[in-house]
T-cell receptor, first 116, second 114 residues
Framework: GAGVSQTPSNKVTEKGKYVELRCDPI?????LYWYRQSLGQGPEFLIY????????DSGLPNDRFFAVRPEGSVSTLKIQRTERGDSAVYLC??????????????FGPGTRLLVL | AQTVTQSQPEMSVQEAETVTLSCTYD???????LFWYKQPPSRQMILVIR??????QNATENRFSVNFQKAAKSFSLKISDSQLGDTAMYFC???????????FGEGTQLTVNP
């Protein structure tokens, strides 16, 4: 079956612009995660959705970052007034959660964002 | 808060040989999971192996096995019969049973030489 897909693969924007990054999780996966991976580092957690609601958004760095998942499937990460420091690979993952047993997270190929 | 440390930024191994990647972690949680993910140049993170902290038996997946030492908070990955396709960045990751986020280490770049 299809894995997690992310679009666009690469995004170049100018400082101050608004960007949207999209994630299509594996069909039937109820949990969706966003991570940010800066160059030479491991991914860092941003936000986690269970269904349509954000169950944990404590990793969002500031109020310029926002994510939605209106129908419990596709998610969009939105970044306002982009800054050069936002340049990174943004990874999305999904999992099929079972109560009391955290399931493996399956990752997409990421979106590489470059803010000039 | 949890931390994960990978003290080897780079490792290399000859094809068909065995290599061990190190990982240590710090947590106050008693119930958790540990993972090794592989990230090739394509950027896609691929699960290599997973260990439940309550299990004493070390996990194995074909050529990949772990040495899980709970008291020492150590979780190393052993790759046997290394193949050229194993060349990638390897990340150790922690997940508390009480939460859902993964906490990753800094990664180890493994190069398998022919």
């Amino acid at each position: 079956g299809a894995g997690v897909s992310q679009t666009p693969s690469n995004k170049v924007t100018e400082k101050g612009k608004y960007v949207e990054l999209r994630c299509d999780p594996i069909s039937g996966h109820t949990a969706l995660y966003w991570y940010r991976q800066s160059l030479g580092q491991g991914p860092e957690f941003l936000i986690y959705f269970q269904g349509t609601g954000a169950a944990d958004d404590s990793g969002l760095p500031n109020d310029r970052f926002f994510a939605v998942r209106p129908e419990g499937s596709v998610s969009t990460l939105k970044i306002q007034r982009t800054e050069r420091g936002d340049s990174a690979v943004y990874l999305c993952a999904s999992s099929l959660t079972v109560a009391g047993d955290p399931e493996t997270q399956y990752f997409g190929p990421g979106t590489r964002l470059l803010v000039l | 808060a949890q931390t994960v440390t990978q003290s080897q930024p780079e490792m290399s191994v000859q094809e068909a040989e065995t290599v061990t990647l190190s990982c240590t972690y710090d947590t106050s949680e008693n119930n958790y999971y540990l993972f090794w993910y592989k990230q090739p140049p394509s950027r896609q993170m691929i699960l290599v192996i997973r260990q439940e902290a309550y299990k004493q038996q070390n996990a194995t997946e074909n050529r990949f096995s772990v040495n899980f030492q709970k008291a020492a908070k150590s979780f190393s990955l052993k790759i046997s019969d290394s193949q050229l396709g194993d060349t990638a960045m390897y990340f150790c990751a922690f997940m508390a049973l009480s939460g859902s986020r993964l906490t990753f280490g800094e990664g180890t770049q493994l190069t398998v030489n022919p």
